[in-house]
């Protein structure tokens, strides 16, 4: 089974930047649409920012214009560059990639186990 790996949390103050990291430890498929999601204490999971195979990103409008997600189709990674970072922004962040048509696993969904970023006031 698939298992994907996050990198990249820590503590930091506020107005910092943290880069967050995500790869698959075995062997994945193609096309997929790419995502990072968060979850702060006694909140649910909520979406940050997605990339689809074609490369069309969308943010939440929390983050809008102080994170940036990138993907590589053939890795099969993905990142996400905070910026400008908020102690609101404290929460531990999952990767997830979910294989799209054209994918011969279409309809799988993989998650990380998550990272925690802490940003102090």
């Known amino acids: 089974q698939v298992q994907l790996v996050e990198s990249g949390g820590g503590l930091v103050q506020a107005g910092g930047s943290l880069r967050l990291s995500c790869a698959p430890s075995g062997g994945i498929f193609r096309f997929n649409a790419m995502g990072w999601y968060r979850q702060a204490p006694g909140k649910q999971r909520e979406l940050v920012a997605t990339i689809t195979y074609g490369g069309i990103t969308r943010y939440a409008d929390s983050v809008k214009g102080r994170f940036t997600i990138s993907g590589d189709n053939v890795k099969i990674t993905v990142d996400l560059q905070m910026n400008s970072l908020k102690p609101e922004d404290t929460a531990v962040y999952y990767c997830?990639?979910?294989?799209?048509?054209?994918?011969?696993?279409?309809?799988?969904?993989?998650w990380g186990q998550g990272t925690q970023v802490t940003v102090s006031s």
């Open positions: 997830n990639i979910k294989a799209v048509v054209g994918s011969p696993l279409y309809g799988r969904e993989y």
